[in-house]
């Protein structure tokens, strides 16, 4: 599967030729992170190019569902053109943008989906096939004998339950593998590595650990460094944060499951203001994943991903 960085110019041409400013309200999942302030950087050039007040809001903390609720009220008041939205939590964000459809404000589903049928399009990764990718390669190092353990992120967040489904569907393959834990960690650092350390004092025979997200990457990839099991537990992360990758270099992360964040915030702002204009838009924009490790991450292609920023 190949990965395709958004060219800022060009493309969109009938987008550019209105004059109208368009006010669009991005609510991610939580308003700091590498990974965010990547798609914020990424919508903001969206929003240069193609006109648009862009609102950028999230709460402090993943885990603050009924903060990401509060956010969207205040959009729909606010009288937002159109809301693109990060749901922390599948279902109970559902309401509240089913009721933003209803003041016919048209919400895009980015990164992580909600259980609305009147979202127009969703932009992000396929994460069924990413928690798949991660698990080959796990099964991969740790053999088919293996015993893993889950760091997942935040329980009813879609994205998180869909990758650690794909993992699972994968793993299933290999009769003699066992995950001897999943566990949640709430996007909190702190809350990830304690639970890392209870699941290698628990199951001190796991010889490798899936971390589904940026948080739970650093989090977990840092507690296995500091109990000094760095190699002899193999690490499969997600996205490519500094820490992240100067594990990578180091030898306790084996790999990374990278995503395109810059292209979700860009290619979400697109789809906004095409759905402002009533243009026929994708019902699902899918923006890749690319397994990165040492042997592969300084391909020129590759940096550009890892690094989207550096000319």
């Known amino acids: 599967m190949s990965t395709v960085l958004v060219s800022c110019t060009g493309s969109g041409a009938t987008l550019h030729e ?3 400013i368009r006010r669009v309200d991005m609510i991610v999942k939580m308003n700091h992170g590498d990974f965010w302030k990547t798609v914020k950087m ?3 050039v969206a929003a240069k190019e193609y006109n648009v007040d862009l609102k950028f809001k999230g709460p402090q903390n993943e885990n603050d569902i009924e903060g990401q609720i509060q956010l969207m009220d205040e959009s729909i008041k606010g009288k937002a053109d159109a809301i693109i939205l990060s749901a922390s939590d ?3 964000l559902a309401q509240v943008t089913d009721r933003a459809a209803f003041y016919k404000i048209p919400v895009i589903s980015m990164d992580s989906e909600v259980a609305s049928a009147r979202v127009k399009s969703f932009v992000g990764t396929n994460n069924y096939e990413a928690g798949q990718m991660a698990a080959e390669r796990l099964v991969m190092l740790t053999g088919e004998q293996g015993r893993i353990g889950v760091m997942n992120f935040v329980k009813g967040s879609k994205n998180g339950d869909e ?3 794909g993992f699972m569907d994968y793993i299933a393959r290999y009769p003699d593998v066992r995950v001897v834990s999943v566990e949640y960690c709430e996007s909190d650092e702190q809350i990830a590595r304690t639970l890392t350390r209870k699941m290698v004092a628990e199951h001190p025979e796991m010889n490798g650990i899936v971390a589904l997200n940026e948080v739970a990457s650093i989090g977990t990839a840092e507690e296995i460094q500091k109990l000094g099991i760095g190699g002899r537990v193999k690490v499969i992360a997600f996205d490519s944060p500094d820490k992240v990758m100067e ?3 180091e030898g306790i992360v084996q790999a990374t499951v990278i995503q395109n964040p810059f292209n979700n915030g860009y290619l979400a702002v697109q789809q906004a203001v095409k759905a402002i204009e009533g243009d026929d838009i994708q019902e699902r924009v899918d ?3 690319k397994m990165i490790d040492l042997d ?3 391909w020129p292609e590759n940096q550009k991903l890892l690094f989207p920023f550096v000319r």
């Open 287 to 289: 923006t890749h994943t």
């Open 42 to 44: 990424g919508a903001e």
């Open 247 to 249: 594990l990578l270099q």
């Open 163 to 165: 990758r650690e489904e």
């Open 90 to 92: 599948y279902m109970k």
């Open 296 to 298: 592969n991450m300084l």
């Open 18 to 20: 209105s004059s109208t």
